[in-house]
Structures are given as structure tokens and as C-alpha cells.
């Protein structure tokens, strides 16, 4: 399932996960094709990827950077449960998944909804995908 929320002046469109959800082959087929119809959208200015900082980047999200990549889609990285990792292993983490998905340095976030930390960050540069358009509460 697609969900789609307006956010004037933008949509964000709210993609389902796949890392670790247990589907069936026809459920995960489903998502790949909705993956590409989205990613395909000449609308789309930007993804804003949640990744889990505790796992590995698994096969999945090898194929989901690809087809960003292949998309020339801009993608904003945020690691998520920042929180779950101890403080000095946090940045090593955070380098190791970049240099996994070939991402730039500045295109990753470490954010715990649960302490709040990065959240402040998340925002500003979601905002500047958006061209400073987005109003955030």
C-alpha cells in the first residue's frame, strides 16, 4: 500500500516497508512495482530513505539505492533507533552504512524518535530537498 499525504506545497508519498517485514514473492513483486511506478514519477523531487542503524544494509536495500541511483533520484538517508547503538559506536556506523550505499557523507542523518536527537536536522534538510518550501511544525 501506497500512502500519500498532502503537504502543501508538496506530497509526501509514504512507500511500504521491505527489509524486514515478512511477505510472501507476490507480496514483495507488488512492492517492487509500485517502487518503480513512484520512482519514476517525473514529479519526484526527493526520497527520504528510513534505515535502520542497528542491521547491515541487506540485499534489498542494495537493490533500492541502485534504483535511486539510476533514477537520478536526490536522497536523504535517515538512520533510525540512533538511540539503540552506544554513543561511540554510533559514527562508525553511520560511515560504515554510507560507504555500503554509496552515499555522501551529508546525505545521512542518525535520528532516534525516541531522545529527539537529529529530528531538528531531519527537518532542515528535508527543507532543503524542498528548495526551503516546506513548513514544519
Known amino acids: 500500500m501506497l500512502n500519500v499525504y498532502a503537504l502543501p506545497p508538496c506530497y509526501l508519498l509514504d512507500l511500504p516497508g521491505y527489509g524486514y517485514a515478512r511477505a510472501s514473492k507476490?507480496?514483495?513483486?507488488?512492492?517492487?512495482?509500485?517502487v518503480r511506478h513512484a520512482l519514476a514519477r517525473p514529479r519526484l523531487v526527493a526520497a527520504v530513505w528510513l534505515l535502520d542503524i542497528r542491521h547491515e544494509p541487506s540485499a534489498d536495500d542494495g537493490a533500492m539505492q541502485a534504483a535511486?541511483?539510476?533514477?537520478?533520484?536526490r536522497v536523504l538517508a535517515a538512520f533510525t533507533k540512533g538511540d539503540k547503538v552506544p554513543r561511540g559506536r554510533r559514527l562508525t556506523?553511520?560511515?560504515?552504512?554510507?560507504?555500503?550505499?554509496?552515499?555522501?557523507?551529508d546525505q545521512a542523518i542518525v535520528t532516534s524518535a525516541k531522545?529527539?536527537?537529529?529530528?531538528?536536522?531531519?527537518?532542515?534538510?528535508?527543507?532543503?530537498?524542498?528548495?526551503?518550501?516546506?513548513?514544519?511544525?
Open 26 to 34: 507476490a507480496e514483495r513483486g507488488a512492492f517492487a512495482s509500485l
Open 68 to 73: 535511486l541511483a539510476r533514477h537520478g533520484t
Open 93 to 105: 556506523r553511520e560511515r560504515e552504512i554510507v560507504a555500503t550505499l554509496a552515499l555522501d557523507a
Open 115 to 137: 531522545t529527539g536527537a537529529g529530528i531538528d536536522e531531519l527537518r532542515e534538510a528535508i527543507n532543503g530537498l524542498l528548495g526551503g518550501t516546506a513548513v514544519w511544525r
